[in-house]
């Protein structure tokens, strides 16, 4: 897990440091049959090599499909490290607010820190992001799914700082994903709002131009419905972008410590790293709520774009 790449790509393992997790086959035949895959590509391997690379890595049990190696797919269904995150995230954010809902209705006063601290980003996100940029009285029919996108990234933006497991968002696959989310539910609300032939009107500009420059709406008109798809594959790009960026720099900081093992700027290389991805660190949390922050208002407002007339 030297690489930078690695550190964010998705796997199939969970690490821990190699003495929590050790691996002592005296032979490659004690290997267990659910691991031979790894050695079909490494058939020069010697069993303390063996040992040594799979030592600290708690490899996700695959029954319904079959890995080519410990990051990529042969046949079937297999489960990924970010899966079971992201599976961890979605109960961390259920468990939470329906915890928040339940208490609500008991009580008809906020009462308890955790409570207050929810409510006031439940507030927040409804009252300064949703509303403002919807716009209207349909804003609040939205509301659900932007809470949710809000806090899901919130939660794999964050559960990345925690060493072993991953940051989420770091993969485009789950960006692209919210981001089609986004798409769909604006395009429905669209037709639903405008019916299909006034959702497609709506991207012709409405101005009053002579016949002979008819053909200058369609190409506006060409260009709106690209523009649609381009801005919501920067959407998802943005965030993936960001994420990555900071743990690829995260990296980088840590790594120049291991560059320089065995020579005499080993302690002053090390300090320096930890100080500076230490500091890195605060920063991601940061990060974090912005990213979180900007996803779901300019989710918001691709979404009132749709139901209003421009």
Known sequence: MASPVLHVKDSY???????????????????????????????????????????????????????????????????????????IVAFVVAGAF?????????????????????????????DEIVRPAIGGKEADRFVPFLLTAFFFILGGNLIGMIPGLGTVTSAIEVTS???????????????????????????VPDVDLPIILLPLKLLIFLIEIL??????????????????????????????????????????ATFFSVLGATALSLLEILVAFIQAYVFTMLSALFIGMSIHKH
């Open 13 to 87: 393992y969970f690490e821990v440091p190699k003495s929590l997790w050790p691996r002592s086959y005296d032979s490659l035949e004690q290997v267990p049959e659910s691991m031979q895959y790894l050695l079909k590509n490494h058939p020069d391997a010697t069993i303390e090599q063996f040992n040594y690379d799979l030592s600290g890595k708690i490899l996700i049990p695959q029954p319904l499909g079959t890995l080519k190696n410990l990051y990529q797919v042969e046949s079937g269904f297999c489960v990924s490290k970010y899966m079971l995150v992201e599976l």
């Open 98 to 126: 329906i915890w928040l809902a339940k208490r609500g209705k008991e009580s008809n006063r906020p009462v308890g820190r955790r409570f207050n601290l929810l409510e006031s980003f439940v507030g927040y996100v409804r």
């Open 177 to 203: 994903v919210l981001a089609l989310f986004v798409f769909g539910i604006g395009l429905t609300a669209g037709i639903q709002h405008f019916g299909p032939g006034g959702y497609l009107m709506n991207f």
């Open 227 to 268: 523009g649609m798809f381009i801005k919501h594959g920067v959407l998802a790009m943005r965030l993936f972008g960001n994420m990555v960026a900071g743990h690829m720099v995260l990296a980088g900081i840590l790594g120049t410590a291991v560059s320089v093992a065995g020579t005499g700027w080993w302690g002053t």
